[in-house]
């Protein structure tokens, strides 16, 4: 019996071909939150006194934010220093209690319907948000 010989393929070499090496971004790390000191904003009203209403007295017409102050053309009624009152907007909803009333950088102790005033306020206000007297 005769042999048979194994035959050996000829294998070619593989053609080399350029890789695209595509950059890996490194891996974001997660930021740690910084407290930082921030104003507190002030106070959602939860609820108004039983037995008080609320008057519309006016809107915002401006608002300084260096000052945290507001100015306020009174529409239908009057304002007293020491009154309570709500501010109401698209993003803002508060209470206080008036601290400071200004007329031509004067303070003053009342205002009336009418007037364009400076009013003292503890949150950012914007134009438009209707500024309601608590009345008990």
Same mark, same amino acid.
């Given at each position: 019996m005769?042999? #048979? ?12 071909? #350029? ?13 740690? #939150?910084i ?18 209403s ?12 260096k ?8 529409? #239908? ?52 948000d ?6 008990t």
């Amino acid at each position: 019996m005769k042999k #048979k010989k194994a035959s050996k393929a000829v294998k070619k070499p593989a053609k080399k071909t #350029k890789k695209k090496v595509i950059a890996k971004k490194p891996a974001i790390k997660a930021k740690k #939150k910084i407290a930082k000191a921030k104003k507190q904003p002030a106070k959602k009203v939860s609820s108004i006194p039983s037995g008080a209403s609320l008057e519309e007295i006016g809107i915002i017409t401006h608002y300084f934010p260096k000052v945290d102050a507001a100015v306020v053309k009174l529409t #239908k009624g009057n304002l007293s220093v020491g009154d309570k009152i709500v501010i109401k907007g698209h993003t803002s909803d508060f209470k206080e209690k008036v601290e400071s009333i200004q007329l031509d950088h004067a303070p003053i102790q009342n205002a009336e319907q009418g007037m364009e005033i400076g009013l003292k306020v503890k949150s950012k206000v914007r134009e438009h948000d209707v500024v309601y007297k608590i009345l008990t």
